[in-house]
């Protein structure tokens, strides 16, 4: 092939063209500048990092509500958490209402983390948004709302479609 004709992905189709493909590349390049950010002033990842604002938001939550909020597998959370166990930065406890259920907590250590974190992230995303104005960034976080829920649709569409298929 002559090196000035691209290859597609599929029938016509630059991937690059795809929406999905143009929303995870933002999300991975977002993604890898705070871990960089995170590693370097808090020495967290980011995973363990949105666990502290869940529950710095949410108060102390199990592992599966912390999974649905982050939108993370349970086993990613599981993880983080006994990442945070080790450096004391959360505590887990039985549920008051439910004995089969345990919460994670932050101790002060976590709070302090998250305290020191918050200005961090608030200036990224400042940062970040001042490149729109105040009517694209509206009409941007509408465009995401959207898109999120028809994410979600389309996710409860496939699960359901798997089943039908096993």
């Known amino acids: 092939m002559p090196p000035s004709r691209k290859k597609k992905a599929g029938p016509g189709v630059e991937p690059t063209e795809l ?10 390049l977002l993604n ?44 990613q959370v599981s993880r983080a958490v006994s990442e945070m ?6 505590v887990t406890r039985p549920s008051p209402t439910d004995g089969r259920r345990v919460l994670v907590d932050m101790t002060a250590a976590g709070y302090e983390k998250y305290e020191q974190g918050m200005p961090l992230s608030l200036a990224r995303q400042e940062r970040l948004a001042s490149c729109l104005s105040p009517r694209e960034l509206q009409t941007f976080d509408k465009a995401m709302q959207t898109l999120i829920r028809q994410a979600e649709t389309l996710l409860q569409e496939a699960h359901q479609e798997r089943a039908r298929t096993r």
């Open 32 to 75: 890898r500048g705070i871990e960089v950010i995170l590693d370097t002033h808090l020495g967290l990842s980011v995973r363990q990092w949105r666990v502290l604002l869940c529950i710095a938001t949410r108060g102390a939550q199990s592992v599966q509500d912390i999974a649905d909020f982050c939108r993370y597998d349970k086993s």
């Open 19 to 28: 929406l999905a493909y143009r929303v995870l590349t933002l999300s991975q």
């Open 85 to 90: 166990l080790e450096k004391q930065l959360v």
